[in-house]
Protein backbone atom coordinates (compact mmCIF):
# COMPACT_ATOMS: atom_id res chain seq x y z
CA UNK A 1 0.00 0.00 0.00
CA UNK A 2 1.53 3.31 -0.84
CA UNK A 3 1.34 5.95 1.25
CA UNK A 4 0.86 10.32 0.98
CA UNK A 5 1.32 12.14 4.23
CA UNK A 6 -0.44 15.58 3.35
CA UNK A 7 0.28 18.54 6.19
CA UNK A 8 -2.40 21.19 5.71
CA UNK A 9 -3.47 24.26 7.68
CA UNK A 10 -6.78 23.88 5.89
CA UNK A 11 -10.39 21.78 6.61
CA UNK A 12 -10.73 18.77 4.15
CA UNK A 13 -14.66 18.26 4.01
CA UNK A 14 -15.72 21.73 3.90
CA UNK A 15 -14.19 22.32 0.33
CA UNK A 16 -15.93 19.70 -2.33
CA UNK A 17 -12.60 20.05 -4.59
CA UNK A 18 -10.20 19.62 -1.91
CA UNK A 19 -12.14 16.61 -0.78
CA UNK A 20 -12.60 15.15 -4.35
CA UNK A 21 -8.49 15.42 -4.89
CA UNK A 22 -7.39 13.31 -1.80
CA UNK A 23 -10.95 11.24 -1.87
CA UNK A 24 -9.69 9.86 -5.29
CA UNK A 25 -6.40 9.43 -4.28
CA UNK A 26 -7.60 7.32 -1.50
CA UNK A 27 -9.77 5.38 -4.61
CA UNK A 28 -6.66 4.61 -6.45
CA UNK A 29 -5.01 3.01 -3.72
CA UNK A 30 -3.46 5.04 -2.00
CA UNK A 31 -3.59 5.60 1.99
CA UNK A 32 -4.05 9.16 2.81
CA UNK A 33 -2.58 10.41 6.40
CA UNK A 34 -3.88 14.29 6.15
CA UNK A 35 -2.79 16.31 9.17
CA UNK A 36 -4.75 19.52 9.86
CA UNK A 37 -5.61 21.50 12.96
CA UNK A 38 -9.26 20.85 11.98
CA UNK A 39 -11.99 17.92 13.25
CA UNK A 40 -12.93 16.57 9.52
CA UNK A 41 -14.32 13.06 9.07
CA UNK A 42 -12.19 10.27 8.18
CA UNK A 43 -13.35 7.76 5.34
CA UNK A 44 -11.96 4.75 3.75
CA UNK A 45 -8.38 5.20 2.98
CA UNK A 46 -8.27 8.52 4.39
CA UNK A 47 -6.56 8.69 8.19
CA UNK A 48 -7.14 11.94 9.69
CA UNK A 49 -4.86 13.21 12.03
CA UNK A 50 -5.47 16.74 14.58
CA UNK A 51 -3.41 18.99 15.55
CA UNK A 52 -4.42 19.57 18.84
CA UNK A 53 -3.60 23.45 19.44
CA UNK A 54 -6.79 25.42 19.59
CA UNK A 55 -5.01 28.72 18.58
CA UNK A 56 -4.08 26.71 15.38
CA UNK A 57 -8.04 26.91 14.14
CA UNK A 58 -7.41 30.32 13.43
CA UNK A 59 -5.77 29.93 10.38
CA UNK A 60 -5.30 33.25 8.68
CA UNK A 61 -2.11 33.84 7.68
CA UNK A 62 -0.56 35.42 10.56
CA UNK A 63 3.28 34.74 11.16
CA UNK A 64 2.94 33.96 14.87
CA UNK A 65 0.13 31.42 13.58
CA UNK A 66 2.41 29.71 11.12
CA UNK A 67 5.34 29.39 13.38
CA UNK A 68 2.98 27.64 15.73
CA UNK A 69 1.69 25.32 12.68
CA UNK A 70 5.01 25.05 11.63
CA UNK A 71 6.41 23.08 15.20
CA UNK A 72 3.38 21.37 15.79
CA UNK A 73 1.90 20.03 12.54
CA UNK A 74 6.07 18.80 11.96
CA UNK A 75 5.86 17.25 15.33
CA UNK A 76 2.84 14.96 14.60
CA UNK A 77 4.21 14.50 11.09
CA UNK A 78 7.02 12.68 12.62
CA UNK A 79 5.03 10.79 15.14
CA UNK A 80 2.60 9.02 11.99
CA UNK A 81 5.66 8.85 9.56
CA UNK A 82 7.51 6.74 12.43
CA UNK A 83 4.43 4.32 12.45
CA UNK A 84 3.56 4.55 8.75
CA UNK A 85 6.36 5.99 6.54
CA UNK A 86 5.14 8.12 3.64
CA UNK A 87 5.82 7.62 0.06
CA UNK A 88 5.04 10.83 -0.56
CA UNK A 89 5.17 14.13 1.69
CA UNK A 90 2.06 16.30 0.32
CA UNK A 91 2.77 20.08 1.64
CA UNK A 92 -0.71 21.54 1.13
CA UNK A 93 -0.67 25.56 0.50
CA UNK A 94 1.23 27.93 2.86
CA UNK A 95 1.18 26.50 6.10
CA UNK A 96 2.03 22.84 4.86
CA UNK A 97 5.22 23.63 2.36
CA UNK A 98 8.24 23.98 5.03
CA UNK A 99 6.87 21.66 7.71
CA UNK A 100 6.77 19.02 4.55
CA UNK A 101 9.90 19.84 3.54
CA UNK A 102 11.58 19.28 7.03
CA UNK A 103 9.81 16.30 7.39
CA UNK A 104 11.12 14.97 3.14
CA UNK A 105 14.52 16.39 4.19
CA UNK A 106 14.66 13.80 7.00
CA UNK A 107 12.93 10.88 5.69
CA UNK A 108 14.58 11.57 1.86
CA UNK A 109 11.04 11.29 0.31
CA UNK A 110 9.86 12.78 -2.58
CA UNK A 111 8.07 16.18 -1.70
CA UNK A 112 5.36 17.64 -3.50
CA UNK A 113 3.33 21.08 -2.90
CA UNK A 114 0.14 21.85 -3.61
CA UNK A 115 -1.22 25.73 -3.79
CA UNK A 116 -4.79 27.09 -4.55
CA UNK A 117 -3.00 29.87 -6.66
CA UNK A 118 -1.85 32.63 -4.29
CA UNK A 119 -2.01 36.33 -3.27
CA UNK A 120 1.48 37.14 -4.44
CA UNK A 121 1.01 38.38 -8.17
CA UNK A 122 -0.36 41.56 -7.34
CA UNK A 123 2.67 42.69 -4.85
CA UNK A 124 5.42 41.42 -7.37
CA UNK A 125 7.92 44.64 -8.06
CA UNK A 126 7.21 46.17 -4.56
CA UNK A 127 10.37 47.30 -2.18
CA UNK A 128 9.34 45.01 0.59
CA UNK A 129 7.46 41.45 0.79
CA UNK A 130 7.94 40.71 4.45
CA UNK A 131 4.54 41.04 5.15
CA UNK A 132 4.05 38.10 2.71
CA UNK A 133 7.70 35.78 4.16
CA UNK A 134 5.63 33.04 4.98
CA UNK A 135 3.85 33.11 1.07
CA UNK A 136 7.14 34.08 -0.43
CA UNK A 137 9.11 31.37 1.28
CA UNK A 138 6.91 27.97 0.28
CA UNK A 139 7.26 29.08 -3.18
CA UNK A 140 11.19 28.81 -2.16
CA UNK A 141 11.14 25.67 -0.59
CA UNK A 142 12.93 23.18 -2.79
CA UNK A 143 10.02 20.60 -3.59
CA UNK A 144 10.17 17.96 -6.17
CA UNK A 145 7.14 19.33 -7.58
CA UNK A 146 4.84 22.63 -7.27
CA UNK A 147 1.29 21.84 -8.08
CA UNK A 148 -0.24 25.27 -8.84
CA UNK A 149 -3.92 25.49 -9.37
CA UNK A 150 -4.40 27.40 -12.03
CA UNK A 151 -7.05 29.70 -11.12
CA UNK A 152 -6.10 32.72 -12.75
CA UNK A 153 -4.13 34.61 -10.25
CA UNK A 154 -1.21 34.02 -12.36
CA UNK A 155 1.01 31.02 -9.89
CA UNK A 156 3.30 30.47 -12.79
CA UNK A 157 4.52 33.72 -12.75
CA UNK A 158 4.80 33.88 -9.06
CA UNK A 159 6.87 30.98 -9.63
CA UNK A 160 9.58 31.94 -12.30
CA UNK A 161 9.47 35.31 -10.40
CA UNK A 162 10.96 33.92 -7.45
CA UNK A 163 13.34 31.55 -9.22
CA UNK A 164 11.65 28.46 -8.74
CA UNK A 165 13.29 25.98 -11.88
CA UNK A 166 10.36 25.44 -14.50
CA UNK A 167 10.68 22.00 -14.53
CA UNK A 168 9.35 21.96 -10.88
CA UNK A 169 6.11 24.02 -11.89
CA UNK A 170 3.32 22.22 -12.57
CA UNK A 171 0.18 24.93 -13.61
CA UNK A 172 -2.85 22.46 -13.43
CA UNK A 173 -6.83 23.83 -13.45
CA UNK A 174 -8.68 22.12 -10.71
CA UNK A 175 -11.12 19.21 -12.06
CA UNK A 176 -14.91 19.54 -12.01
CA UNK A 177 -17.42 16.90 -12.37
CA UNK A 178 -18.65 17.41 -16.18
CA UNK A 179 -21.99 15.49 -15.34
CA UNK A 180 -23.52 17.68 -12.38
CA UNK A 181 -26.73 17.76 -12.18
CA UNK A 182 -29.91 18.44 -10.00
CA UNK A 183 -31.39 15.85 -7.60
CA UNK A 184 -34.05 18.46 -6.13
CA UNK A 185 -36.93 20.27 -8.16
CA UNK A 186 -35.80 23.57 -8.45
CA UNK A 187 -39.44 24.84 -7.19
CA UNK A 188 -39.30 23.21 -4.26
CA UNK A 189 -35.91 24.16 -3.38
CA UNK A 190 -37.34 28.12 -3.87
CA UNK A 191 -40.07 27.36 -1.35
CA UNK A 192 -37.83 26.09 0.87
CA UNK A 193 -35.56 29.34 0.42
CA UNK A 194 -38.52 31.60 1.00
CA UNK A 195 -38.65 32.54 -2.90
CA UNK A 196 -41.68 33.27 -4.85
CA UNK A 197 -41.90 30.61 -7.86
CA UNK A 198 -41.46 33.43 -10.34
CA UNK A 199 -38.28 34.82 -8.87
CA UNK A 200 -35.28 35.67 -10.91
CA UNK A 201 -32.59 34.19 -9.03
CA UNK A 202 -28.69 35.98 -9.10
CA UNK A 203 -26.47 33.63 -7.49
CA UNK A 204 -23.01 33.83 -5.71
CA UNK A 205 -21.24 31.27 -4.43
CA UNK A 206 -17.93 31.57 -2.60
CA UNK A 207 -16.44 31.99 1.07
CA UNK A 208 -17.43 34.94 2.53
CA UNK A 209 -13.89 36.55 2.39
CA UNK A 210 -13.15 40.46 2.19
CA UNK A 211 -11.19 39.70 -1.37
CA UNK A 212 -14.02 38.04 -2.33
CA UNK A 213 -15.88 41.21 -2.40
CA UNK A 214 -19.80 39.89 -2.59
CA UNK A 215 -20.44 43.41 -1.08
CA UNK A 216 -20.10 44.78 -4.82
CA UNK A 217 -23.23 42.29 -5.32
CA UNK A 218 -24.85 43.45 -2.49
CA UNK A 219 -24.66 47.13 -3.62
CA UNK A 220 -25.80 46.16 -6.96
CA UNK A 221 -29.67 45.38 -5.84
CA UNK A 222 -31.05 48.84 -4.61
CA UNK A 223 -30.68 49.91 -8.13
CA UNK A 224 -32.11 46.62 -9.45
CA UNK A 225 -35.12 46.80 -7.14
CA UNK A 226 -36.45 49.48 -8.42
CA UNK A 227 -36.98 47.85 -11.90
CA UNK A 228 -37.73 44.80 -10.62
CA UNK A 229 -39.19 43.06 -7.45
CA UNK A 230 -39.28 39.84 -8.46
CA UNK A 231 -35.55 39.87 -8.59
CA UNK A 232 -33.25 38.10 -5.10
CA UNK A 233 -29.83 37.41 -4.74
CA UNK A 234 -28.81 34.23 -2.88
CA UNK A 235 -25.53 34.52 -1.36
CA UNK A 236 -24.11 30.44 -0.46
CA UNK A 237 -21.14 30.39 1.87
CA UNK A 238 -19.61 30.99 5.10
CA UNK A 239 -16.76 33.26 6.77
CA UNK A 240 -15.69 36.41 8.07
CA UNK A 241 -17.13 38.47 6.39
CA UNK A 242 -20.84 37.47 6.58
CA UNK A 243 -21.88 39.61 9.47
CA UNK A 244 -20.75 42.77 7.74
CA UNK A 245 -22.60 41.80 4.54
CA UNK A 246 -25.80 41.13 6.07
CA UNK A 247 -25.56 44.71 8.16
CA UNK A 248 -24.80 46.21 4.58
CA UNK A 249 -28.50 44.80 3.56
CA UNK A 250 -29.68 46.12 6.30
CA UNK A 251 -28.39 49.17 5.79
CA UNK A 252 -29.48 49.60 2.00
CA UNK A 253 -32.64 48.48 3.39
CA UNK A 254 -33.02 45.09 1.29
CA UNK A 255 -32.49 42.69 3.10
CA UNK A 256 -35.95 40.91 2.10
CA UNK A 257 -34.26 40.66 -1.34
CA UNK A 258 -31.30 39.05 0.20
CA UNK A 259 -30.81 35.59 1.16
CA UNK A 260 -27.78 34.34 2.93
CA UNK A 261 -28.12 30.73 2.59
CA UNK A 262 -24.44 29.44 4.34
CA UNK A 263 -22.90 27.02 3.75
CA UNK A 264 -23.88 24.09 1.93
CA UNK A 265 -22.66 19.81 0.98
CA UNK A 266 -20.56 20.23 -2.08
CA UNK A 267 -23.43 17.81 -3.53
CA UNK A 268 -26.08 20.12 -3.46
CA UNK A 269 -24.36 22.38 -5.17
CA UNK A 270 -26.14 21.84 -8.75
CA UNK A 271 -29.48 21.99 -6.80
CA UNK A 272 -28.81 25.38 -5.86
CA UNK A 273 -27.29 26.27 -9.18
CA UNK A 274 -30.58 25.05 -10.99
CA UNK A 275 -32.43 28.08 -9.56
CA UNK A 276 -29.78 31.01 -10.60
CA UNK A 277 -30.90 32.85 -13.67
CA UNK A 278 -27.09 34.77 -13.36
CA UNK A 279 -24.69 33.51 -11.65
CA UNK A 280 -21.94 36.38 -10.46
CA UNK A 281 -18.46 36.71 -9.52
CA UNK A 282 -16.82 39.84 -9.10
CA UNK A 283 -13.32 38.80 -7.26
CA UNK A 284 -10.06 40.87 -7.27
CA UNK A 285 -7.72 38.18 -7.59
CA UNK A 286 -9.12 35.97 -9.90
CA UNK A 287 -12.49 34.85 -10.92
CA UNK A 288 -11.78 31.83 -11.91
CA UNK A 289 -12.46 29.92 -8.84
CA UNK A 290 -14.22 26.01 -8.55
CA UNK A 291 -17.69 27.15 -8.32
CA UNK A 292 -17.46 29.21 -11.23
CA UNK A 293 -16.32 26.54 -13.17
CA UNK A 294 -19.17 24.71 -11.57
CA UNK A 295 -21.44 27.23 -12.82
CA UNK A 296 -20.16 26.92 -16.15
CA UNK A 297 -20.70 23.23 -16.72
CA UNK A 298 -24.01 23.34 -15.09
CA UNK A 299 -24.80 26.15 -17.99
CA UNK A 300 -25.15 29.15 -16.19
CA UNK A 301 -25.21 32.88 -17.91
CA UNK A 302 -22.11 34.62 -15.66
CA UNK A 303 -21.01 38.12 -14.62
CA UNK A 304 -17.56 37.94 -14.11
CA UNK A 305 -15.03 40.70 -12.91
CA UNK A 306 -12.00 40.89 -15.55
CA UNK A 307 -9.84 39.97 -12.69
CA UNK A 308 -6.26 38.13 -12.31
CA UNK A 309 -6.37 35.82 -15.53
CA UNK A 310 -10.32 35.63 -15.63
CA UNK A 311 -10.44 37.08 -19.12
CA UNK A 312 -8.72 33.91 -20.43
CA UNK A 313 -11.50 31.65 -19.68
CA UNK A 314 -14.76 33.76 -19.53
CA UNK A 315 -15.10 35.64 -23.05
CA UNK A 316 -17.08 39.05 -22.71
CA UNK A 317 -19.96 38.52 -24.92
CA UNK A 318 -19.41 35.41 -25.79
CA UNK A 319 -19.83 32.49 -22.98
CA UNK A 320 -20.29 35.07 -20.34
CA UNK A 321 -20.26 39.08 -19.31
CA UNK A 322 -16.99 40.37 -18.72
CA UNK A 323 -17.22 43.61 -16.36
CA UNK A 324 -13.77 45.96 -16.37
CA UNK A 325 -13.27 47.84 -12.93
CA UNK A 326 -14.34 50.69 -14.60
CA UNK A 327 -17.83 49.43 -15.55
CA UNK A 328 -18.70 47.86 -11.77
CA UNK A 329 -21.29 50.52 -11.20
CA UNK A 330 -22.93 49.86 -14.43
CA UNK A 331 -23.34 45.93 -12.78
CA UNK A 332 -27.46 46.69 -11.92
CA UNK A 333 -27.82 47.70 -15.87
CA UNK A 334 -26.01 44.27 -17.32
CA UNK A 335 -28.27 42.37 -14.36
CA UNK A 336 -31.39 43.68 -15.61
CA UNK A 337 -30.83 43.48 -19.23
CA UNK A 338 -30.10 39.87 -19.22
CA UNK A 339 -33.17 39.13 -16.28
CA UNK A 340 -34.95 40.56 -19.59
CA UNK A 341 -33.66 38.91 -22.06
CA UNK A 342 -33.82 35.18 -22.06
CA UNK A 343 -32.45 34.87 -25.15
CA UNK A 344 -29.42 35.85 -24.53
CA UNK A 345 -28.94 34.77 -20.74
CA UNK A 346 -29.48 30.93 -23.12
CA UNK A 347 -26.95 31.86 -25.49
CA UNK A 348 -24.07 32.65 -22.95
CA UNK A 349 -25.17 29.91 -20.43
CA UNK A 350 -25.06 27.11 -23.71
CA UNK A 351 -21.68 28.52 -24.38
CA UNK A 352 -20.17 28.76 -21.57
CA UNK A 353 -21.55 25.15 -20.99
CA UNK A 354 -19.91 24.43 -24.20
CA UNK A 355 -16.57 25.71 -23.32
CA UNK A 356 -16.30 24.13 -20.15
CA UNK A 357 -17.64 20.26 -21.61
CA UNK A 358 -14.75 20.78 -23.85
CA UNK A 359 -11.16 22.56 -22.15
CA UNK A 360 -11.63 21.69 -18.24
CA UNK A 361 -10.13 18.25 -16.91
CA UNK A 362 -12.48 16.35 -15.24
CA UNK A 363 -11.95 15.32 -11.69
CA UNK A 364 -10.26 12.00 -12.81
CA UNK A 365 -8.16 13.59 -15.56
CA UNK A 366 -6.54 15.92 -12.73
CA UNK A 367 -5.88 13.46 -10.50
CA UNK A 368 -4.42 11.11 -12.80
CA UNK A 369 -2.18 13.87 -13.55
CA UNK A 370 -1.02 13.86 -9.52
CA UNK A 371 -1.17 10.28 -9.37
CA UNK A 372 1.74 9.68 -12.33
CA UNK A 373 3.60 12.34 -10.97
CA UNK A 374 3.61 9.99 -7.62
CA UNK A 375 4.54 7.64 -9.44
CA UNK A 376 7.74 9.22 -11.18
CA UNK A 377 8.92 10.71 -8.52
CA UNK A 378 8.89 7.15 -6.29
CA UNK A 379 10.53 5.30 -9.05
CA UNK A 380 13.26 8.14 -9.54
CA UNK A 381 13.61 7.54 -5.52
CA UNK A 382 13.96 3.86 -5.78
CA UNK A 383 16.76 4.52 -8.88
CA UNK A 384 18.59 6.99 -6.64
CA UNK A 385 18.49 9.92 -9.22
CA UNK A 386 16.28 12.09 -7.13
Known amino acids: MKRILVIS????????PRWEVFSRFARSG???????????????????????????????????????FMIFSFKLAMEIAKKSRPHIIYGYEIFGAFPAYMLSRILRTPLVLRFQGTILYPHLGKKSLLPLFHHVLAFKVPADHIIIDNDGTYGDLVARSLKVPEKRIKLWMLGVDKAMYPTVNPLVLKEKLGLPKNAKVIMSICRLADWKRVDRLIKAVPHMVEKRKDAFIVIVGEGSEKARLKNLAYKLKISKYVKF??????????NYLAIADVFVTLQDLTCLSANTLEAMV?????????????RHVIKNNQNGILLNYSELHLLPHFLLELLADEKQRTLLANNAKRYAINNFWTWEERVEAEIKLFKKLTRERTRGTL
Open 261 to 270: IGHIPYRDIP
Open 298 to 310: CGKCIIALNSGNT
Open 9 to 16: GLALWNYG
Open 30 to 68: YEVHYVSPFNDKACEGIYIHKIYVPLLKRMEGRLFIWFL
